[in-house]
């Protein structure tokens, strides 16, 4: 349930909904398989997993959500080898050459066939709402795989003012600035990677991984004209993660401080382990998010939420 990545959304207007009120809404858009000829579906799943009902957990403020994704297993390679065969066989028994139009409709034929028997995978996707502090957080690796969640909870809802964080200083150059001493990070303990890029577009990319960043390597990398795009941090010896200058956050641990209170804390069933783990988490990351955006100077003007 902690999660691993960060991909982080503010919320225009204050979220009017509440975990029970949430659920009903959520229940329109059950996860459900793959029909007959559908690639992928996208639907809501309990977050507490097999034997729960509810599609909504909430605690201290914060409404966890869970996205469940289906899609059919087709590999391209399996497709281009029996489409191969097939052409093969009909330029052979006809004596003439399959041409491109043909071989497309040829492949529509193929794939109509192969939908249906394809075995299927599914993965799941987390969020959660801090209806507090007007956040959206999304456990994805990438903003494309957090958008699957987004758009699916606009849908679901009719409609959902939200928009990636940003802030009124450009990260990379404050990170940047951090690394050279031109300014103090006191909240965070730089780790030992980092990744520099040119400024111009088509710009040289340097990666750093087990060396000292606030060395005369690092800095002359900096000196030449390049800005920190990654850089690991640890904060306040709580949590340890890599912030990228899109604000996203990679690589997120809890470190054992939060695991520790986690191990310490009363839990009789995995019902109430998942909730003493989210309000753990949903706490410390409220603090971290706050954390950063002070940092940075603060939300940008137009991401400050309406009344």
Same mark, same amino acid.
């Given at each position: 349930?902690?999660?691993?990545?960060?991909?982080?959304?503010?919320?225009?207007?204050?979220?009017?909904?509440?975990?029970?009120?949430?659920?009903?809404?959520?229940?329109?858009?059950?996860?459900?398989?793959?029909?007959?000829?559908?690639?992928?579906?996208?639907?809501?799943?309990?977050?507490?997993?097999?034997?729960?009902?509810?599609?909504?957990?909430?605690?201290?403020?914060?409404?966890?959500?869970? %996205? @469940?994704?289906?899609? =059919?297993?087709?590999?391209?390679?399996?497709?281009? /080898? +029996? #489409?191969? $065969?097939? &052409?093969?066989?009909?330029?052979?028994?006809? %004596? @003439?050459?399959?041409? =491109?139009?043909?071989?497309?409709?040829?492949?529509? /034929? +193929? #794939?109509? $066939?192969? &939908?249906?028997?394809?075995?299927?995978?599914?993965?799941?996707?987390?969020?959660?709402?801090?209806?507090?502090?007007?956040?959206?957080?999304?456990?994805?690796?990438?903003?494309?795989?957090?958008?699957?969640?987004?758009?699916?909870?606009?849908?679901?809802?009719?409609?959902?003012?939200?928009?990636?964080?940003?802030?009124?200083?450009?990260?990379?150059?404050?990170?940047?600035?951090?690394?050279?001493?031109?300014?103090?990070?006191?909240?965070?303990?730089?780790?030992?990677?980092?990744?520099?890029?040119?400024?111009?577009?088509?710009?040289?990319?340097?990666?750093?991984?087990?060396?000292?960043?606030?060395?005369?390597?690092?800095?002359?990398?900096?000196?030449?004209?390049?800005?920190?795009?990654?850089?690991?941090?640890?904060?306040?010896?709580?949590?340890?993660?890599?912030?990228?200058?899109?604000?996203?956050?990679?690589?997120?641990?809890?470190?054992?401080?939060?695991?520790?209170?986690?191990?310490?804390?009363?839990?009789?069933?995995?019902?109430?382990?998942?909730?003493?783990?989210?309000?753990?988490?949903?706490?410390?990351?409220?603090?971290?998010?706050?954390?950063?955006?002070?940092?940075?100077?603060?939300?940008?003007?137009?991401?400050?939420?309406?009344?």
């Amino acid at each position: 349930m902690w999660f691993r990545n960060l991909q982080i959304y503010r919320l225009l207007t204050p979220f009017q909904y509440d975990p029970e009120t949430l659920h009903e809404r959520l229940s329109e858009r059950i996860a459900r398989g793959c029909g007959g000829q559908e690639m992928a579906t996208i639907g809501w799943q309990p977050p507490l997993g097999r034997g729960s009902e509810l599609l909504t957990h909430g605690a201290g403020g914060c409404i966890m959500i869970c %996205a @469940r994704r289906e899609e =059919r297993v087709l590999p391209a390679a399996v497709v281009r /080898e +029996l #489409l191969d $065969d097939r &052409v093969a066989q009909v330029e052979e028994a006809e %004596a @003439r050459k399959v041409r =491109r139009r043909e071989r497309e409709e040829m492949k529509d /034929e +193929l #794939l109509f $066939d192969l &939908v249906p028997r394809a075995f299927t995978k599914s993965s799941a996707l987390y969020a959660y709402i801090d209806t507090r502090e007007n956040w959206l957080v999304v456990d994805a690796a990438s903003s494309k795989r957090a958008e699957e969640l987004v758009s699916l909870l606009r849908e679901t809802l009719g409609t959902l003012p939200v928009k990636p964080l940003e802030v009124a200083t450009a990260p990379a150059a404050i990170m940047t600035a951090w690394l050279t001493g031109a300014a103090s990070a006191p909240a965070y303990e730089i780790g030992d990677e980092c990744e520099l890029r040119d400024t111009v577009e088509e710009g040289g990319i340097i990666r750093c991984k087990r060396q000292d960043l606030e060395g005369d390597e690092v800095r002359a990398h900096i000196e030449a004209g390049k800005q920190v795009a990654k850089l690991a941090l640890n904060w306040q010896e709580r949590l340890s993660f890599v912030l990228q200058d899109d604000l996203s956050i990679k690589r997120l641990k809890f470190l054992d401080l939060v695991q520790e209170e986690a191990a310490n804390a009363d839990a009789a069933d995995a019902a109430t382990r998942f909730d003493v783990d989210f309000s753990l988490m949903s706490l410390e990351l409220r603090r971290l998010i706050e954390g950063l955006v002070e940092s940075f100077g603060g939300l940008a003007e137009e991401e400050r939420p309406a009344a």
